[in-house]
């Protein structure tokens, strides 16, 4: 099991993974690094292309290095066969492959959408060199359970089962989007298809998830600025941005739970503090009070959603999103300057440490 290090690369949480992860599997040179120097253990990296130079650094030390396509494979086959380290066996490469096999819902996040670019389909691998290849990686699902990857695996097994019967492959990654974490996951059923792809086949397994491990471990915390009636809308504008801090919220488009922090509980975010008690917000209409949740920044379609509150919201009162380290941390910007707010590590004591506070020389120096 790997760390998907795209969904959160935020080093002060590696310590709760390691116990858990095998390593991280990566999307080009710097999450790899990240990974080898706070994570240890396996590095697996894929990209849908590389840069000669980002090549040349991941073979002194990744494990895994798979390719997005055949011309990319066959402009550095040679040189990654040759590398020491491959021929150590410390080095092992791979293909992506596209089994075409859809069983998303939202197109943006399926790699087997018509036209592709993610991955190999097996019109092309019909007679293809695979000298040098031992790995073959397949990704396809988001926020899916067992019986999808069921599905999906015998659909890749069909195309490619003889190929993954060759001694030569050693390795199967199944990618992420397994929602593990999930109570209704079943898990059982996962094992069993693990344990029987290793025994059909003689591959090591490996899933690399990434959202599964920050479901439900983070919130954002946000201040009400400003309140005002608009054509018709009641409007909060709040010291954060859609666009800057949770993007998935414009492009998912993804609906964060929201609460009030007030004085009788009806709910409760991921994420709370001693001495708190927090009331759930409703769809639109459905509670006495509702709002428009903006950003204070220009752009028009800067925000979050509509809510209801049980009481009116008022300047300096907090807000609390549910459900906001994963894609989202590693998603934010400068957009605006909108200050970022601070990334703060809750111990289950109720201790807090502040692992990133951000200033105007952080917006200042990453923009040149
Ligand atoms: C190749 C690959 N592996 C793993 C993941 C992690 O997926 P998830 O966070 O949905 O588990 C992704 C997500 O886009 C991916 O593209």
Known sequence: MLVALKACSTTACFDTLRPYAVGCCASGL????????????????YSPAYRESELE????????????????????????RTHPRAQR???????????????????????????SRLGIPAEQMKGADLNG???????????????????????????FGSLLASPHIRYLNLGGGHWITKPDYDREALVALVREIRSCYDVEVYLEPGE??????????????????????????????ASAHMPDTLEMPYRPDVYAIGSSGSGEPAVVMPGESYIAA???????????????TCLAGDVIGDYSFESPLEVGDELVFDDMTHYTIVKTTHFNGVPHPDIVMQRREGVTTVARRFSYEDFESRLG
Not at 216 to 223: D, I, K, N, S, W
Request: aromatic share 10%; hydrophobic share 35%.
């Open 282 to 296: 409703g769809e639109p209409g459905v509670l006495p009070h509702t709002y428009r949740l903006g950003a204070p």
């Open 30 to 45: 710097y999450e790899a690094r990240l990974a080898a120097r706070h994570m240890g253990g396996h590095v697996a990296v």
């Open 57 to 80: 650094e991941l073979l002194e030390f990744a494990h895994h290095i798979d390719f997005n396509s055949m011309p990319q494979w066959l402009r550095y086959r040679e040189r990654c």
């Open 212 to 241: 599964a491990w920050f479901i439900h471990t983070g919130v954002l915390r946000a201040r009400v600025l400003d309140v005002f009636d608009s054509l018709g809308y009641r409007h909060a504008i709040l010291d954060i941005s």
């Open 133 to 159: 290849i031992s790995g073959l990686h397949i990704h396809t699902l988001c926020e899916q359970g067992a019986q999808e990857l069921t599905d999906t695996f015998r659909a890749f097994e069909k195309q």
């Open 89 to 115: 066996g410390e080095l092992q490469f791979g293909l992506r492959i596209n089994p075409c096999y859809s069983t998303g819902h939202t197109p943006l996040y399926d790699p087997c959408v018509p036209g």
